[in-house]
Structures are given as C-alpha cells and as structure tokens.
C-alpha cells in the first residue's frame, strides 16, 4: 500500500489543529498504515522532548527586573539622543541667526542700533560716577525711547523694503 501522508498533516493532527473530521480520517489512516504509525511515533518523541527540555529551564528570579531595567537605559539613550539633535538645532538656528545678522542689512541697522545702545549706557555710567541724580533717569527714558523708535523703523523698513524675515 502507497502512503502520500504528508509529516505537516501528521504534526498538525499531533498538535490538534485539525478539525474533527479531519482527525477521524488521519487517525482511521494511522491505524492501518505502519509508516505513518512510526513517524507519529518520532514526532511524539520529538515533542516530548522539547516539552522535558522546556520545562527544565530554571528562569533567574531578578529577570523582570533586569529586562524592565534594560528598557529604561534604552529608553534614556534614545531621549538623550534626541535631546542632543533639539540642542544641536538650536545651535545651528543660532550660528545662522548670528551670520544672518552679520551679513544682512537689517544685521548693520542691529549692530548700530547696538552701538547706540552702549554709547547710552556708557554715558550713563559716567553720569552716575560724576554724582548726577536727575541724569541717569533722563538717560533711561530717552534709551526706551529710543528702543521703541529703532523697532517702530525695523518694522517700517521691513514692511517697505525687499528685507524679508
């Protein structure tokens, strides 16, 4: 007699995955087919042991916590990695920022502006030393006046001019 059983049917029935009808039909082919009877027989040895191997397996106790520990390390790397590329943009928009303000025109009109700036403070300085009351407060008025007018221009030279933003 010819056996074209296949060991995927044979396994799948051993593991129970067939359907009820299917198992009746494999196991009336087992009964009468001895090829089939020993490579049943096989494939219950080998999952025997495979289960006897399984089960012998001693897992260490601190092993949830390790696993739980290895996650967080991974977790922290990944957030300093990405902490590292938002500062490293930052510097990057800043370094830009700084040549951009360098080279641009609305860049000479900070810098005078600038300028401007510490010459007030400078001069407020000197007010001070020489013991004038009324001249420092004089000064930091016309310094926020002044500021107010050098935005008040930015603003107007960038509405008017080919100087975009």
């Not at 860049?107 to 001069?123: D, I, N």
Request: charged fraction near 15%.
């Amino acid at each position: 007699m010819q056996c074209d059983m296949d060991s995927l049917t044979l396994s799948a029935y051993l593991d129970g995955e067939l359907s009820e009808s299917e198992a009746e039909t494999i196991q009336a082919h087992i009964d009468d087919c001895p090829r089939c009877q020993d490579e049943l027989a096989q494939l219950q040895q080998v999952t025997h042991s495979v289960q006897m191997s399984l089960s012998t397996v001693a897992v260490p106790e601190d092993l949830q916590n390790r696993i739980l520990l290895t996650i967080k390390e991974i977790h922290q790397g990944a957030q300093a990695r990405r902490l590292l590329l938002v500062y490293g943009c930052c510097l990057a928009l800043v370094v830009v920022g700084v040549f951009w303000l360098a080279f641009s025109p609305f860049g000479k009109f900070v810098r005078v502006m600038f300028r401007l700036g510490f010459a007030a403070g400078h001069s407020a300085v000197q007010l001070v030393a020489t013991g004038g009351a009324v001249w420092p407060t004089v000064i930091v008025v016309l310094s926020v006046l002044l500021g107010i007018a050098s935005v008040t221009g930015v603003v107007r030279m960038l509405k008017s001019s080919e100087v975009t933003v």
